[in-house]
């Protein structure tokens, strides 16, 4: 229930929307060699590649979940006739990611780019599930939103291929400022050991 | 790795301030990169800066002093008037590497983003980032100071 999720969230909503597989949280210099891997040695672009590029945690804004946490559910096994109460526990972070756009030509690189900036500027709200380990394993989720810093780069003049096939490459940052740092904790109900004494009658001497 | 702003202030007083405001910011976001920046980590980025095919060197130098080379970077960050009020802080893309025909922006934003082959270490667009989410604060707590609508304790809380 740590920050992978919120990788995880987006790289599912990515391949969602551009249905394609190849989608990965991989820095950039890693993006060719990974798909080389997936494709057989054979790169084909266009490819969308995410780095994460640091979380911070907002310690400027306290959060009510931070220490007791808020009771999420009440689970009752039948089997052992046991209660079972899991709190949920979330820190309130900001989590920063570089997304490239690898294309051969200049054209196709603006439109993907255009496309996705238009997708996530409407639809900026994405869902992440944290699992809390209940008996019927259903996750909790939480919806988180992404927003899209205003510069975009192209850089495709460091690449270091630039002699051996051109392609392009432009670059935005995105960030979340509403993801949170989970952790879920279970405990069985409270219960109160009550030793009632009748005022006249002699203690038990078993207990 | 560039910040657009535009105060939408019509109050002459406050537009008096812009640009010490975005002397201010410059100089911040200057001490902020030079404060937070690995040195060790961009030392394993000179090779690659030495035999890049995109860096046309005048003479190819044996050795860079990435201090000496952040120092430059950081000295080109700029505060730019752009039209309709609007302002930029971004690197000087008209300086130029020494002993080269590049320009440091180039450099700033290879060691930054990385490329294809080096990861990038993102120590501007890391600080860029703050700022920008930050700049209305900023903005506020400086016409707040500067005008003298409130005093220093009331803009700084100690926790």
């Known amino acids: 229930m740590s920050v992978y999720k919120?990788?995880?969230?987006?790289?599912?909503?990515?391949?969602?929307?551009?249905?394609?597989n190849r989608i990965h949280i991989v820095p950039p210099e890693?993006?060719?060699?990974l798909l080389a891997r997936i494709d057989k040695d054979t790169i084909e672009l266009p490819a969308v590649s995410i780095s994460r590029r640091g979380w911070s945690l907002s310690g400027s804004r306290p959060h009510t979940m931070k220490f007791d946490?808020?009771?999420?559910?009440?689970?009752?096994?039948?089997?052992?006739n046991t209660d079972k109460y899991v709190n949920l526990q979330a820190i309130p972070m900001s989590i920063m990611y570089q997304m490239d756009v690898w294309t051969k030509t200049r054209e196709e690189n603006d439109n993907i780019m255009r496309e996705l900036i238009f997708y996530y500027s409407t639809h900026p709200t994405l869902n992440v599930e944290i699992p809390y380990g209940s008996k019927d394993n259903v996750p909790y989720h939480h919806k988180f939103n992404i927003f899209f810093m205003e510069d975009i780069e192209d850089n495709s003049d460091i690449v270091n291929h630039m002699n051996r096939g051109e392609y392009f490459r432009q670059t935005i940052s995105f960030y979340t400022d509403d993801a949170y740092l989970w952790k879920s904790t279970s405990r069985g109900p409270t219960v109160i050991d009550v030793d009632v004494l009748v005022k006249g009658e002699p203690r038990d001497e078993n207990n | 790795m560039k910040i657009i702003f535009k105060i939408t202030s019509k109050d002459k007083e406050e537009l008096s301030i812009v640009n010490d405001f975005c002397n201010m910011l410059v100089s911040e976001i200057k001490s902020d990169i030079l404060n937070n920046v690995n040195y060790y980590k961009l030392s394993l980025y000179e090779d690659s800066l030495i035999k890049s095919s995109w860096i046309i060197w005048k003479r190819t130098p044996r050795k860079i002093d990435m201090k000496k080379?952040?120092?430059?970077?950081?000295?080109?960050i700029v505060c730019t008037n752009l039209r309709k009020g609007?302002?930029?802080?971004?690197?000087?893309?008209?300086?130029?590497?020494?002993?080269?025909y590049t320009s440091i922006?180039?450099?700033?934003?290879?060691?930054?983003?990385?490329?294809e082959l080096y990861n990038g270490t993102f120590f501007i667009s890391k600080i860029f980032m703050k700022y920008q989410k930050r700049i209305n604060d900023y903005w506020k707590s400086y016409v707040s100071l500067r005008l003298r609508k409130i005093t220093v304790s009331e803009v700084v809380t100690i926790v």
């Open chain 1, 6 to 20: 919120y990788d995880e969230a987006i790289v599912r909503d990515l391949r969602h929307i551009l249905q394609d």
């Open chain 1, 30 to 33: 890693n993006v060719f060699r």
């Open chain 1, 69 to 80: 946490g808020t009771l999420l559910v009440h689970v009752k096994d039948d089997d052992t």
């Open chain 2, 69 to 76: 080379l952040v120092n430059l970077i950081v000295d080109s």
């Open chain 2, 86 to 100: 609007r302002h930029m802080i971004s690197v000087d893309n008209s300086v130029i590497l020494p002993n080269s």
């Open chain 2, 105 to 115: 922006e180039r450099v700033a934003r290879f060691l930054d983003r990385g490329n």
